[in-house]
Nanobody
């Protein structure tokens, strides 16, 4: 059973940085692509970034150049380094395992974690 535990969110001023972490269990981590999603109040959850099992990364346009996804297979952990944060980045951020598909039409697992809240003040 897949379990995902996100951490690292918080309150930050615009222009600041945060580093999110997600520890995955119940999978052979190194074989799986991983992703970060976010859900802002009143909006649908959206894909933000993904990294495949070979380390290739992809980003949606609105975070390119600001966010960096990375992984540590020894720690079963995926990270999201977020720089130059904007108020519109405020959301709950979730990680997930990528089950199938290709960028940007991945299908994630059904095992969503609790997420981590990121709030960016102006």
């Amino acid at each position: 059973q897949v379990q995902l535990v996100e951490s690292g969110g918080g309150l930050v001023q615009a222009g600041g940085s945060l580093r999110l972490s997600c520890v995955a269990s119940g999978i052979i981590f190194r074989f799986n692509g991983m992703s970060w999603y976010r859900q802002a109040p009143g909006k649908q959850r959206e894909l933000v970034a993904a990294i495949n099992n070979g380390g290739t990364t992809n980003y949606v346009d609105f975070v390119k150049g600001r966010f960096t996804i990375s992984r540590d297979n020894a720690r079963n952990t995926v990270y999201l380094q977020m720089n130059s944060l904007k108020p519109e980045d405020t959301a709950v951020y979730y990680c997930n395992v990528l089950i199938s598909g290709t960028w940007p039409n991945y299908r994630p697992s059904n095992a969503w974690g609790q997420g981590t809240q990121v709030t960016v003040s102006s």
